[in-house]
Nanobody, 131 residues
Framework: QVELVESGGGSVQAGGSLRLSCAST?????????MAWFRQAPGKEREGVAAIYAAGEKTYYADSVKGRFTISHLNAKDTLDLEMKSLKPEDTAMYYCAGNWGRCVWRGYLTPPTANDFDNWGQGTQVTVSS
């Protein structure tokens, strides 16, 4: 079982920024599999907001976060980060890091990944954006 641990959540005002990080079991990184950030707000389904495939050659972003969120990685730390800027109240949710080190499913640049595409999950980190 691959361990994923998220950090960096918190409370910010609208327009602010946060950087989430996902630390994974050594050897299980975006370079050796596919990873993603999902979020789930109360009463809503879990949605994929950003994902990275093929050692970083392909990335997906949900329309709602394009231009504001960036999935990134720091080679020295092997973490998968989600840089979030211009945050909006509707970004408030629990954010989860997910990974798959078996068969990755690339659904294209316009189709979001599904939760079933990933079999390893972190515990989540809360992001709250106030207006």
């Amino acid at each position: 079982q691959v361990e994923l641990v998220e950090s960096g959540g918190g409370s910010v005002q609208a327009g602010g920024s946060l950087r989430l990080s996902c630390a994974s079991t050594p050897g299980y990184t975006y370079r050796t599999g596919c990873m993603a950030w999902f979020r789930q707000a109360p009463g809503k389904e879990r949605e994929g907001v950003a994902a990275i495939y093929a050692a970083g050659e392909k990335t997906y972003y949900a329309d709602s976060v394009k231009g504001r969120f960036t999935i990134s990685h720091l080679n020295a730390k092997d973490t998968l980060d989600l840089e979030m800027k211009s945050l909006k109240p509707e970004d408030t949710a629990m954010y989860y890091c997910a990974g798959n080190w078996g068969r990755c499913v690339w659904r294209g640049y316009l189709t979001p990944p599904t939760a079933n595409d990933f079999d390893n999950w972190g515990q989540g980190t809360q992001v709250t954006v106030s207006s």
